[in-house]
């Protein structure tokens, strides 16, 4: 079933359209134009050329992911061997900067003086 519309184009597009198409097929051109365009540019057809990459990629992806991951590995190794010097300060040697800590021992709160 076919419906005739009214639709207004610039005189480029016209000219366009009549030197692309045969004399006479206009709306056949421009009906598989749209249709083309709604194949290829329309959201739906934009995820499904996404979902089509993701599974024809699938393999790269995962041979990149697993030389990241090493890479990672061998990364976050090497900082946890970095950090094993400094973790052996005990409680004693080590400094707090709170300020329960910095007050001075000789000094007694007078709210436990009070009591």
Do not use: C
């Not at 000219?15 to 083309?36: K, N, P, Y």
């Not at 190794?77 to 329960?100: C, D, F, I, N, Y």
């Amino acid at each position: 079933m076919t419906k005739r519309i009214n639709v207004i184009l610039p005189e480029s597009t016209v000219r366009t359209i009549d030197r692309l198409s045969r004399r006479g097929e206009r709306s056949r051109f421009i009906e598989r134009a749209v249709q083309h365009y709604v194949t290829t540019a329309s959201p739906e057809a934009l995820q499904e050329r996404l979902k089509q990459a993701a599974i024809r990629d699938r393999d790269i992806d995962l041979e990149i992911s697993s030389d990241w991951f090493a890479l990672d590995q061998e990364q976050w190794q090497g900082l946890e061997e970095q950090e094993k010097p400094h973790q052996a300060v005990g409680p004693r040697e080590a400094k707090s900067t709170s300020r329960r800590s910095t007050r001075r021992s000789g000094m007694k709160s007078t709210k436990r003086g009070r009591r």
